[in-house]
């Protein structure tokens, strides 16, 4: 699942953007981590608990706000 490209990143306080790092990518805020990674490790079936462990500085608050940005945890059937 790729990150949704609808969505306006700008409004979630988890996340940010600079054209300096990593390519302009929206991403974690504090960390040089892709919001991308999220959506890519959900789909292949990475638990929010195991992707916190994967990705030191993402917080489970951070990603909880970014999936309730996109649509809540119902819409993308994806949160355990």
Known sequence: MPTPSWTDWAEC??????????????????????????????????????????FPGVTSEQARLVLEHVGGSTQLGCIR
């Open 13 to 54: 306080p988890a996340v940010e953007q600079d054209p300096q790092r990593v390519s302009g990518a929206w991403v974690f805020r504090g960390t040089r981590i892709p919001v991308a990674a999220l959506f890519q490790n959900l789909e292949d079936g990475v638990s929010l608990a195991e992707l916190v462990e994967l």
